[in-house]
């Protein structure tokens, strides 16, 4: 199915549900039989949002008021030019950062720090790579990479590597930046099968994800604009100790 593009200003009140079951029956049976999390109003009279997963984790695609047609596509602001679908996307898909073990992750600071961003990163990622170079202009931030190597299998000893290293900072961002392959040995304990194994769980399957102080997902890089909205709204991660 080709996507494509509502484009709206959002209304100031929300219409009330109409028939959230109706709906739900409507939609499922449409999908195959897939599960329906939620449905609710949209900005937009008459039409509603359904949340399921898919392959790629949490998707939403829209309906009207009996489920008889379905819109694939994202819901634009364009009096503030907010992508809405994505908003509404990041704010589903979010997680409780307190889960995460974060003993497993490269810790990246720059400045203050008192920004904070998690990112299941794979150094052969053309995206991965592209993102590094945003990533770069960001000041006061902490990076907690997960190293997650599903591109490129063969490779996974680079990654391993960049654990192994003394420096482990300076290997990994070696390796993500400029593909300079460690010289470390990767052949120490590391956490890289847990990693793939806890990124399963999440239902990552694209890199680079990012997760931001609120818990909220994004799947692949941001502009700097983008980057730098999100890292302000989300505020700063706070860890138990």
């Not at 959230?20 to 949209?42: D, H, M």
């Not at 900005?43 to 949490?58: A, D, H, W």
């Not at 990041?90 to 961003?117: C, N």
């Not at 847990?194 to 941001?222: D, H, W, Y």
Request: aromatic share 8%.
């Amino acid at each position: 199915m080709n996507r494509w593009m509502v484009l709206a200003a959002a209304c100031a009140a929300l219409p009330a549900l109409a028939d959230e079951a109706a709906i739900r029956k409507a939609v499922e049976t449409k999908l195959g039989g897939t599960k329906i999390e939620g449905v609710q109003a949209t900005p937009l009279p008459g039409i509603y949002e359904v949340r399921f997963r898919g392959t790629e984790g949490m998707r939403i695609i829209y309906a009207d008021e009996q489920g008889a047609h379905i819109i694939v596509g994202e819901i634009i602001d364009l009096k503030t030019e907010r992508n809405l679908t994505e908003d509404r996307l990041r704010r589903v898909s979010a997680i409780s950062m307190d889960t995460l073990p974060y003993e497993f992750a490269i810790k990246v600071q720059r400045g203050s720090g008192k920004r904070s961003l998690v990112v299941f990163s794979d150094p052969y990622c053309p995206a991965c790579f592209e993102f590094e170079k945003t990533l770069a202009q960001v000041d006061d931030i902490t990076v907690y990479y997960f190293l997650y190597p599903v591109i490129r299998p063969e490779r996974i000893d680079h990654s391993k590597s960049a654990w192994c290293s003394p420096d482990r900072v300076k290997a990994w961002l070696d390796l993500a930046q400029r593909r300079k392959p460690p010289a470390a040995s990767p052949n120490c304990d590391t956490p890289i099968d847990k990693i793939l194994a806890l990124g399963s769980k999440l239902g990552i399957r694209s890199t680079p994800t990012l997760f931001f102080a609120n818990g909220e997902r994004v799947r692949g890089g941001v502009t700097l604009a983008q980057l730098r909205s999100h890292l302000d709204e989300s505020g700063e991660l706070k860890l138990k100790k």
